[in-house]
């Protein structure tokens, strides 16, 4: 994916793959700021805990306790599901909108293991990428 060029709306919002990034890894950049990381591969590239494209749902939601958030997945069924955890800034569930919250979703797919990993704000809530 290559960012679209030219763009001056302060709304704009390109979701892209760095030209020297990791395989399966994406960057989002809205009003020329980075706003999200994502995992959409399988990849050496690991979480903070240590989780990746792959690992197990109930293994995340072990490690992260409380914190984590298991939400309905907009197109599949259980056991897909969203896993997010949030971090800083004022958060108002179900949406955060706060620029200062930092979270992380994994998107688990219908084998219940992660498929997609998102770090940022509160652009990893997007679903199909963009707002």
């Known amino acids: 994916m290559k960012r679209a060029v030219g763009k001056t709306d302060p709304e704009s919002c390109d979701e892209f793959r760095p030209e020297r990034a990791p395989r399966g890894l994406l960057v989002m950049i809205q009003a020329g700021k980075l706003t999200r990381i994502s995992l959409v591969e399988l990849s050496d590239i ?38 997010t955890s949030w971090q800083g800034g004022l958060r108002t569930e179900p949406y955060v909108e706060d620029e200062a919250a930092r979270g992380i979703v994994y998107e688990i797919d219908g084998a219940g293991k992660a498929g997609a990993i998102h770090a940022g704000g509160p652009s990893i809530q997007y679903v199909e990428g963009r707002a």
Do not use: N
Not at 56 to 76: D, R
């Open 46 to 83: 690991k979480t903070d805990k240590g989780f990746g494209i792959g690992d197990a749902a109930a293994a995340i939601k072990a490690a992260y306790g409380a914190e984590a958030k298991a939400t309905p997945h907009k197109y599949q069924d259980k056991p897909a599901e969203y896993v």
